[in-house]
């Protein structure tokens, strides 16, 4: 996995505070783009797994998303803007909640059909692990479109991913892409997070 020399020594900065992440290259096998891949603000995103003091994470679906396609929390990575930044920027705007850093889950970075494996990194997510410590669960920015939070089990990932892979080819105008598309992207995370929780489990 590619990465520009600055985002790896960032990388290694917060695997030495956090724990060292799974590190996955995934193709993708789309046959268009969609967002947040076509988006030109980020290079990636951050991936909130927030748990909250029952030990169940936080999911959430959009106005707009097929029904059911409940996921982790996302936010994108602006240019220039570090990875721990983004992190806490994100979880606060899109949950309101206080939190503190638990681990470095995973590093997933994605590959459009047909790229050579190890070339310069196109999308990247990064996965952490937040413990909610206070505030209440409301999102702060209502361009977000969050329709509703839900709690799962973090046994329940798995089948989150399946519900997500298993989407439908509609196009939509509002990722300018295909649902099944979108879907296989965002099932990616879900497992990896899955495994790296696991591990930890062990």
């Known amino acids: 996995m590619k990465l520009k020399p600055s985002e790896e020594d960032e990388i290694e900065q917060l695997a030495a505070r956090y724990g060292q992440p799974l590190r996955w290259e995934v193709e993708l096998e789309n046959d268009g783009i969609f967002d947040p891949l076509g988006k030109s603000d980020r290079y990636g995103e951050v991936c909130m797994v927030v748990?909250?003091?029952?030990?169940?994470?936080?999911?959430?679906?959009?106005?707009?998303?097929?029904?059911?396609?409940?996921?982790?929390?996302?936010?994108?990575?602006?240019?220039?803007?570090?990875?721990?930044?983004?992190?806490?920027?994100e979880t606060e705007e899109e949950t309101g909640l206080q939190v503190e850093v638990g681990q470095f889950l995973a590093v997933v970075r994605y590959r459009l059909p047909g790229a050579k494996a190890g070339t310069s990194a196109g999308f990247v997510s990064f996965a952490f692990l937040l413990r909610e410590i206070g505030g209440t669960l409301q999102c702060q920015d209502a361009g977000e479109r969050l329709e509703?939070?839900?709690?799962?089990?973090?046994?329940a990932l798995p089948a989150l991913a399946r519900h997500l892979d298993g989407l439908a080819a509609d196009p939509s105008s509002e990722i300018h892409g295909k649902w099944r598309d979108w879907g296989h992207f965002r099932a990616v995370i879900h497992r990896a997070v899955y495994e790296a929780l696991m591990g930890a489990a062990r």
């Open 148 to 155: 509703e939070f839900r709690e799962i089990e973090v046994a």
């Open 51 to 89: 748990q909250r003091p029952n030990g169940r994470l936080i999911t959430a679906i959009k106005t707009f998303y097929p029904r059911g396609a409940y996921r982790l929390l996302t936010g994108g990575i602006h240019h220039g803007e570090k990875i721990l930044a983004a992190l806490l920027r």
